[in-house]
């Protein structure tokens, strides 16, 4: 099946998911898919900071994109459509989103009030993305109890579920008791399933925004600040020559064996290094996994690097950064730091612009446009 172009009213196609789910690898695979059709996509990446691993990989890959920064799409609201407009210039067919990994309440915040842009833009069904490994122990006994509430809420408004990492073998568990999204599985290492779902995304069958959640937004602000957010950004000068793999390598796993030590639990670690000889990526989800690791991994040793590095842990903001900051002190003790730029924090209470209450009756088809009241 073939997606029509028509640039003038591109897609907007929203891809949520947990931390570490396989968003920003999804959305670069089906990128690359929509180019080999001919066409135009673009993306758009939310943090509650700068600096993001995502945004440079986008500019890796030469695709068009944007930031929606300081808050989750909901928050900023504004912004996000003040960033699709700017990216319009691009004559994008489809316009990818993708919210903070910790953030729900998508449907209501944040599709229902782009319903009303429906003369400029058709809005896709909500996909949310699932790990299957990491979905078996959020929805064990075991599980941090704010944590598992931030996933099972994301699984709640889904108007599509996604299982990723299909060609791993790992058994997907049965989310029929917190949803009745339709349910597909795909691999975007592989490209398994990839051009199906963008085919269902795509095609104008499926409703936007089915499901309103009925959520507390205090426990939803209580589980949110449970999550340290680090960001960093520095400019290395090594006294020798050195290779990013054999300069990230270590410091990834520094950091890995420092965090399980102080008993502070990874959500999500990600960095990248680049340097005029190319650039390596790593990425894990928890203390002690083997990092997935991508890019130029034999890269020559270069004299000037640039490191970006996102991390979401359990924890203290503070301790995570005094961490972080050790770890760059013992690892890279023969190299010039410049233009650091740290921020460690944890998140504010979820503050939306707007949000409907429930699906407004007007509203039966996948385009039609809705009235957002203001938020509670």
């Known amino acids: 099946m073939s997606v029509v172009s028509q640039p003038s009213k591109p897609w907007i196609v929203v891809v949520g998911g947990f931390l570490g789910a396989g968003k920003t690898t999804l959305l670069l695979a089906a990128a690359r898919e929509l180019k080999q059709r001919g066409l135009r996509s ?154 199906a779902w963008l085919d269902e995304v795509l095609s104008g069958t499926l409703a936007a925004g089915s499901h309103i959640l009925d959520i507390d937004y205090r426990q939803y602000a209580q589980a949110e600040a449970a999550l340290a957010w680090l960001n960093l950004q520095v400019e290395i000068r090594p006294a020798h020559p050195i290779s990013p793999a054999a300069l990230l390598g270590p410091l990834f796993d520094h950091l890995d064996t420092a965090f399980t030590a102080a008993n502070i639990r990874i959500v999500h670690m990600k960095a990248i290094l680049t340097a005029p000889s190319g650039y390596i ?30 991390l979401r842990a359990v924890g203290s903001a503070n301790h995570v950064r005094e961490i972080v900051e050790q770890a760059l002190v013992r690892n890279l003790r023969d190299a010039t730091l410049q233009n650091q730029q740290l921020t460690s924090f944890h998140p504010a209470a979820p503050k939306p612009e707007r949000r409907i209450r429930k699906i407004p009756s007007e509203n039966p088809s996948p385009v039609a446009a809705t009235h957002s009241e203001s938020p509670a």
């Open 42 to 195: 673009a993306l758009i990446l939310n943090d509650q900071s700068d600096a993001l691993v995502d945004t440079q990989s986008a500019s890796i890959q030469q695709i068009p994109h944007g930031e929606v920064t300081g808050g989750c799409f909901c928050c900023r609201f504004s912004d996000l459509i003040h960033v699709l407009d700017h990216l319009r210039a691009f004559a994008p067919d489809v316009i990818f989103a993708e919210p903070v990994g910790s953030c729900t309440d998508i449907s209501a915040t944040t599709l229902h009030p782009l319903h009303e842009y429906s003369t400029q833009y058709r809005l896709a069904p909500f996909t949310v993305l699932v790990d299957p490994h990491r979905a078996d122990e959020l929805l064990s006994s075991k599980a941090d109890p704010d944590m598992h509430f931030l996933f099972t809420k994301q699984i709640q408004e889904a108007d599509l579920l996604c299982f990723t990492k299909s060609d791993i073998a790992v058994t997907p568990p049965d989310l029929s008791s917190m949803s009745n999204a339709s349910i597909r599985q795909l691999s975007a290492k592989t490209g398994q399933g990839v051009s």
């Open 281 to 310: 990526k790593a990425a894990t989800c928890a203390n002690g996994e083997d990092p997935a690791v991508e890019g130029n991994l034999d890269a020559s040793p270069a004299s000037q690097h640039s490191l970006l590095l996102n």
